[in-house]
Each structure stands twice: as structure tokens, then as C-alpha cells.
């Protein structure tokens, strides 16, 4: 149990493009996912809190117009990089919990390259 | 905020070797999980363990949580133990985000 499907697992596009990624769980609901962001060799830091209902908490020195988050239904969050540049290159990872006090699951990640 | 420290930053293991990745985090916690991320990028849950001892085949884990740290045991480590060891936390259990350590790169050499 406890299934978290992100999906696409991989993603190549010129600089301009916008690119969506989803996040799903698979076997529970889930008020709360959170977006995380990886550098090579480097540790998750977490970008936003996306909470279904209502608007995203996004932590500080993100950029909410750049990183457009939707969590429409209990079980999909999505997370749009807008206008992506090679800067927006990275590793992205949603994470998500059937409720408190429990474990959060996380994605198998996207990797997003921009040319 | 809460600050997670992970040590060491690197360790080297011959197979069959065992060891242990500490993780100190600087205030209490209601949710400590710890993570191998394998060389695709994975995050494979291991523990959720914000406080006492589990064990899981060859790996245990315990978090000692008022005095603030966790430890993670390797037992007969294999190749396929190779990757990168989170230890993150979160202050409130409410639904809360993770903090996440810097992690511990695994080698482990035939």
C-alpha cells in the first residue's frame, strides 16, 4: 500500500517550453503533497506544500509564478515549471501521506532537462 | 529551523562489512524517516521511526529522541546496499514538511 506515482519519469525540452508533472497517490488520499527539488549530489530541499483545495504554500525563494502548483483532487497534485530554462534543470520529487503521524511516500522523481 | 546532521558524509565498506549512519537533528520531532536513494533516483522508505528500535532483514534502526539522534545499522552490506542514506524529519506530524539531511554516499565493494 502506500503508492505514489509521478509521472513522466524523464522529460527533454527546448528552453521556453512549460512542462507538467504529476503526482498521484495511488491507494489513499492525500490532503497534503509536498514538491521537493534535487541537485546533483545534493540533498532534497523542499520548493512547496500543496494542499487540495486551496493554494500552495511555497517556501522561501521560490518562485510561485514559475513553479505552478494544483492539487484539484485528493489523489493529484500537479507541478508546472513555466517558460523552463536550463536553470530549471533538476531532479523533482513529490512526496505524499495518508494522514499525520504517518510516513510520507514519495515519487520515483522526474528528471527535467532543458536545452 | 530544525537542523539534521548526518555522519559520516562518505563511507567505503568492503562486503559482508557492517556499519553505522548517524543522523543528530536539533529539536524534537514527531516523524523521522530514513531513506535509501538508489543510483536512479529512487527514495526507497526504509524506517519511519521518530522514536525506539525496528529491525528489517539486515537493516535495524534506532532514534533516541530525547537526546535527538537516530542511527541506522547495515548488517553483511552488499553492493546493492551502494546509494545515498537520508535521515529526514518533520516538527509536528500534522501532515508536515520533511527536513532532510545532507545523506551518507554508501560504497560498498565487492
Known amino acids: 500500500g502506500a503508492v505514489v506515482s509521478q509521472h513522466p519519469s524523464r522529460v527533454i525540452c527546448k528552453s521556453g517550453t512549460s512542462v507538467k508533472i504529476e503526482c498521484r497517490s495511488l491507494?489513499?488520499?492525500?490532503?497534503?503533497m509536498f514538491w521537493y527539488r534535487q541537485f546533483p549530489k545534493k540533498s532534497l530541499m523542499l520548493m512547496a506544500t500543496?494542499?487540495?483545495?486551496?493554494?500552495?504554500?511555497?517556501e522561501q525563494g521560490v518562485e510561485k509564478d514559475k513553479f505552478l502548483i494544483n492539487h484539484a483532487s485528493l489523489t493529484l497534485s500537479t507541478l508546472t515549471v513555466t517558460s523552463a530554462h536550463p536553470e530549471d534543470s533538476s531532479f523533482y520529487i513529490c512526496?505524499?501521506?495518508?494522514?499525520?503521524?504517518?510516513?510520507?511516500?514519495f515519487g520515483d522523481g522526474t528528471r527535467l532537462s532543458i536545452l | 529551523g530544525i537542523q539534521v546532521e548526518q555522519s559520516p558524509p562518505d563511507l567505503i565498506l568492503q562486503e559482508g562489512a557492517n556499519s553505522t549512519l548517524r543522523c543528530n537533528f536539533s529539536d524534537s520531532v514527531n516523524n523521522l524517516q530514513w531513506f535509501h536513494q538508489n543510483p536512479w533516483g529512487q527514495l526507497i522508505n526504509l524506517f519511519y521511526i521518530p522514536s525506539g528500535t525496528k529491525q528489517n532483514g539486515r537493516l535495524s534502526a534506532t532514534t533516541v529522541a530525547t537526546e535527538r539522534y537516530s542511527l541506522l545499522y547495515i548488517s553483511s552490506s552488499q553492493t546493492t546496499d551502494s546509494g545515498v542514506y537520508f535521515c529526514?524529519?518533520?516538527?509536528?506530524?500534522?501532515?508536515?514538511?520533511?527536513?532532510f539531511g545532507k545523506g551518507i554516499t554508501l560504497s560498498v565493494r565487492p
Open positions: 529526514a524529519v518533520d516538527l509536528t506530524g500534522a501532515n508536515s514538511k520533511l527536513t
Open positions: 491507494d489513499f488520499q492525500a490532503t497534503t
Open positions: 512526496s505524499a501521506s495518508s494522514r499525520n503521524n504517518q510516513p510520507q511516500h
Open positions: 500543496s494542499n487540495e483545495g486551496s493554494k500552495a504554500t511555497y
